[in-house]
């Protein structure tokens, strides 16, 4: 059973027929071509598919498409700068060696972003009970903690010389 | 693709309740970390499921005019985690549904649905048991109040009727103010794991901050249901705060309590968990409440 549902994904309006069976990984990646969308366990435990809904990560692998109507979809495809640059979240990923297969890295982004968004300071033992949803079988989350850590450091002093 | 047969959206609780009667085979779903979860795994194959997801109805937390706190059945955990309003009062609640899952799972995952699963691992079930919460459910015939200690039916069951839909958790007054309260939840990994054992301590210490005027204690997985220990608790009222009484309340859990042997845990590991685990979350929720333990 088809359902028309409006989500607005990365900024972007868009009207979608989705199955009422569907889950939101499948919607993104098969129907818009979001492949940072990630299937990995599919039932909640490892976080390869985090977006943000509403600015909130979730799993969406254990979230209904029909419940994104009306709502706003956040991917990795949609942190790009205006002209396609990686945002500051991306480079500090880079620059601190926090990927490897790459895999995870996508949902860590997102997650983040969330992070981010708070405009908080938060100390590693935060940073880790954080980034306790996403499973990363390569680095070892050293190198990601320390990506986590640049970031909210670097967010907070951009914050500080906007005010 | 889920392996559902029909779904259908409720516009309101009333309309739940109406899709739910309408149907013997539907099943509510509100956050879906488990419904959904469960349903990938094959264990509701061809199900009917009635949504209650988004509903505004459900998602709000306030206070009653008689200091009561009313938490939406479709709040989630991480709304009652950072709750202003909340975490003054019940802050041992707000403390124990943070240790669900992960933060995603925290941002879907309801407490109505933590509640209405009726298992006995729920991380806000002993807490919940301890503040005596009361469970308000809307039927066909209208509302009913059931306290939380009428709630569970066996594992995995509650004395929710098929057409009724929770709609709050309230939280009196009476069992907040002035208590200090803390939960620990026991399990293999501090992260997506599903507790081994949980104990939640509430207690209320005397104006000298020396004896105990009123103790809750409440363990999850330590029987087939969320389960108090009167016993112990009756016991405790009136003694004086001091190790004697820790190490007793330790001892004495262990004759109200009966766990099982499971995969997680055996019995014998469950029962010595609950002597530390309660001995340490009284002796925190002392401290919360302002009071000290002597020697």
């Known amino acids: 059973m088809l359902k028309i549902i409006h989500v607005k994904v990365n900024g972007k309006e868009e009207e979608l027929a989705v199955d009422v069976r569907e889950c939101l990984t499948d919607t993104l990646r098969d129907r818009l071509g979001l492949t940072s969308v990630k299937k990995g366990c599919e039932v909640g435990e490892c976080g390869a598919c985090t977006v943000l809904i509403d600015g909130k990560a979730v799993n969406s692998c254990c979230y209904l498409s029909v419940w994104a109507d009306g709502h706003s979809v956040l991917t990795v495809e949609g942190i790009k700068g205006p002209n396609g640059e990686l945002s500051p979240i991306q480079t500090a990923f880079i620059e601190e060696a926090a990927v490897q297969c790459g895999f995870c890295t996508p949902g ?21 009970k954080l980034i306790s949803g996403h499973l990363c079988r390569c680095t070892g989350y050293e190198n990601i903690l320390n990506a986590m850590e640049r970031i909210v450091a670097e967010n907070l002093a951009r914050q500080q010389k906007l005010n | 693709m889920y392996d559902m047969e029909q779904y259908y959206q409720a516009t309101s609780v009333a309309d739940a309740i109406a899709a ?110 301890a503040l005596n919460a009361v469970l308000e459910v809307q039927g066909p015939n209208g509302k009913r109040l059931i306290p939380i200690g009428e709630w569970y039916a066996g594992p995995g069951k509650t004395v929710r009727q098929h057409d009724e839909v929770l709609t709050a958790v309230r939280i009196a007054r009476e069992n907040y103010e002035g208590f200090g309260g803390h939960y620990i939840k026991y399990g293999k990994r501090e992260a997506m794991e599903i507790s081994t054992l949980g104990c939640a301590v509430q207690v209320k210490l005397s104006a000298d901050k020396r004896t105990v005027e009123d103790l809750r204690i409440a363990f999850g997985v330590a029987a087939p249901t969320p389960v108090r220990c009167p016993k ?11 190790e004697a009484l820790v190490k007793e309340l330790g001892q004495s859990v262990l004759t109200e309590i009966n766990p099982r042997d499971s995969w997680r845990a055996s019995k014998a590991f469950r029962l010595q968990i609950a002597k530390e685990i309660c001995r340490r979350a009284f002796r925190q929720a002392v401290a919360f409440a302002g009071g000290e333990i002597h020697a």
């Open chain 2, 232 to 242: 112990t608790e009756a016991m405790a009222v009136g003694r004086t705060v001091d």
């Open chain 2, 20 to 129: 739910l009667g309408a149907d013997p085979a539907a099943m509510p779903i509100a956050g879906g970390t488990d419904v959904l979860i469960q349903t990938r795994e094959g264990r509701h194959a061809g199900c009917h499921l009635v949504s209650l997801h988004g509903l505004s109805e459900l998602s709000a937390i306030r206070e009653e005019e008689d200091g009561t706190l009313v938490i939406g059945s479709g709040c989630t955990f991480s709304e009652i985690t950072n709750s202003p309003l909340l975490r003054p009062h019940i802050n041992m609640l707000c403390q124990a549904v943070d240790q669900v899952g992960s933060p995603q799972i925290r941002n879907m995952g309801t407490i109505g649905g933590n509640v209405c699963n009726g298992v006995t691992s729920a991380d806000s079930a002993p807490s919940l048991m």
């Open chain 1, 108 to 128: 860590l982004i997102m997650t983040a972003v969330e992070i981010v968004g708070t405009n908080k300071q938060y100390n590693r033992d935060e940073l880790r």
